[in-house]
């Protein structure tokens, strides 16, 4: 080790001061990478052999092969949303089928009552009918 800054160095000191400024360097340069206990949880070379390669992936559909699907500018005839609103929503379709079963069941209901208020009328003329049968043929009523 060099004492005296007024003699030269020799190579066994010259040696030993890269040995210490290269342990100094790797010390504190490594402060901030990753250990080998971080990197277990990484991928390794035996592991990424189970991933696509190039040659797997040259069947599918390549940057070339999209140029014949639609764009943007070949879209624009098709239906957009402002269209789309002549049309009625669900909520409004189920609006409607609440009112018209609302009316079916009100008819239904008038029906209903108009057939029974027919039944009790023939009802009543079948008794005055009986009633004139029983005292033509002297029958008495039970």
Same mark, same amino acid.
């Given at each position: ?8 160095l ?48 040259k069947g ?12 943007k ?12 609103k ?14 018209? =079963?609302?009316?079916?069941?009100? =008819? ?10 027919m ?24």
């Amino acid at each position: 080790m060099v004492t005296d800054d007024t003699q030269p160095l020799t190579k066994a000191d010259g040696r030993h001061i890269l040995e210490l400024l290269s342990q100094m360097v790797t010390k504190q340069d490594a402060k901030g990478f990753a250990t080998k206990e971080d990197l277990k949880g990484f991928a390794t070379k035996e592991d990424l052999k189970g991933f696509a390669t190039k040659e797997d992936l040259k069947g599918f559909a390549m940057k070339e092969d999209l140029k014949g699907f639609a764009m943007k500018e070949d879209l624009k005839g098709f239906a957009m949303k402002e269209d789309l609103k002549k049309f009625p929503t669900k909520d409004d379709l189920a609006a409607m089928e609440r009112r018209l =079963l609302d009316h079916v069941n009100f =008819l239904d209901e008038r029906n209903r009552k108009d057939y029974f208020d027919m039944l009790e009328i023939r009802y009543d003329q079948h008794d005055v009918r009986i009633s004139r049968l029983e005292q033509h043929t002297g029958i008495s009523p039970r």
